[in-house]
Nanobody, 123 residues
């Protein structure tokens, strides 16, 4: 069992930066790969980035490569998403998730989700 709670979302201007945090609980946290997803109004939830349990591997969707960085601190059971050069199209509710990699470019989510945090990027 893993419980997850996101924080850090807010209103930010285009071009700005923001860091999201996801606090996890449960002994299993450090055994899972972790990921961020997002869901914009009227759209399906989409994958953003994932990181392996030991931080040796990370993977990003093309839309955020070079702008977002995922990291984790297993001692604190926390995963982060550093976002820079934000665009209005990054506006969404951001969710963290626990899962695993099936290959270097394929992440599968388990049914562990946080409630989400709203990121709004104004133009």
């Amino acid at each position: 069992q893993v419980q997850l709670v996101e924080s850090g979302g807010r209103l930010v201007q285009a071009g700005g930066s923001l860091r999201l945090s996801c606090a996890g609980s449960g002994r299993a946290f450090r055994t899972y790969a972790m990921a961020w997803f997002r869901q914009a109004p009227g759209k399906e939830r989409e994958f953003v980035a994932a990181i392996s349990w030991d931080s040796t591997h990370s993977y990003y969707t093309d839309a955020v490569k070079g702008r977002f960085t995922i990291s984790r601190d297993n001692a604190q059971s926390t995963v982060f998403l550093q976002m820079s050069s934000l665009k209005p199209e990054d506006t969404a509710v951001y969710y963290c998730n626990a899962g695993f990699f099936t290959s270097r470019t394929s992440y599968t989510s388990e049914d562990y989700w946080g409630p989400g945090t709203q990121v709004t990027v104004s133009s």
